[in-house]
């Protein structure tokens, strides 16, 4: 079964810094989607970024981009010019490419933007 | 555009009461949908998904059901809830293979 891991419970990081979240993943497929979601107060799940497994260029969207390492299963997200609204707890998640298959989350990291 | 609907926005309800949590997609036909629990301070858990109507996949055995009547809702239900059911539950939807896009979600507490 595929799992996703985050093994930064809390992050940190200083308003307009840079901060890098960490997330790898545990699957034999070869076809899948990567995607970071961003959960604020307000508790809905907003999608950040998704990466194409086949793609090699790291997806990138404003300043959030992410560096996917296919072999090493590693998938991390980039939070650049951090401001007070990024504060929130962020989930990696995974996707097999097969159509209709759910989610696999890893547990979430909260991130606190200090001003 | 899509949208995703949720209600209600919160609930309290008594243990051994029932349940029914309603989600319904606009802008999209065929959606596969998906019901979530998030307990406070943790990940998602998949309670269940489908792919059509009257198609129901179950990720976790527990006192809780789900059904499609119609192509864009999704009904989840219990008849008798239970402490353990408080929770945040989240609805979303995506197309076949594509992304996932979650509704603003219930607070559910059971007293």
């Known amino acids: 079964a595929q799992t996703v891991t985050q093994s930064q419970p809390e992050m940190s990081v200083q308003e307009a810094e840079t901060v890098t979240l960490s997330c790898t993943y545990d699957t034999s497929e070869s076809d899948y989607y990567l995607f970071w979601y961003k959960q604020p107060p307000s508790r809905q799940m907003i999608l950040v970024i998704r990466?194409?497994?086949?793609?090699?260029q790291n997806a990138t969207e404003n300043r959030f981009s992410v560096n996917f390492q296919k072999a090493a299963k590693s998938f991390s997200l980039k939070i650049s010019d951090s401001q007070l609204g990024d504060a929130a707890m962020y989930f990696c998640a995974y996707m097999a490419d097969s159509g209709n298959t759910p989610l696999v989350f890893g547990k979430g990291t909260r991130l606190s933007v200090i001003a | 555009s899509q949208t995703i609907h949720q209600w209600p926005a919160t609930l309290v309800q008594p243990v051994g009461s029932p349940l029914s949590l309603e989600c319904t997609v606009e802008?999209?036909?065929?959606?596969?949908l998906y019901w979530y629990r998030q307990a406070a301070g943790r990940g998602l858990q998949l309670l269940f998904y489908s792919v059509g109507i009257g198609q129901i996949s179950s990720e976790v055995p527990q006192n809780l059901s789900a059904s499609r009547p119609q192509d864009r809702q999704f009904i989840l239900s219990s008849k008798k809830l239970l402490l353990s059911d408080s929770g945040f539950y989240l609805c979303a939807w995506s197309g076949p293979g594509e992304t996932q896009y979650f509704g603003p979600g219930t607070r559910l507490l059971v007293l």
């Open positions: 990466q194409e497994a086949y793609k090699q």
């Open positions: 802008g999209t036909s065929n959606p596969n």
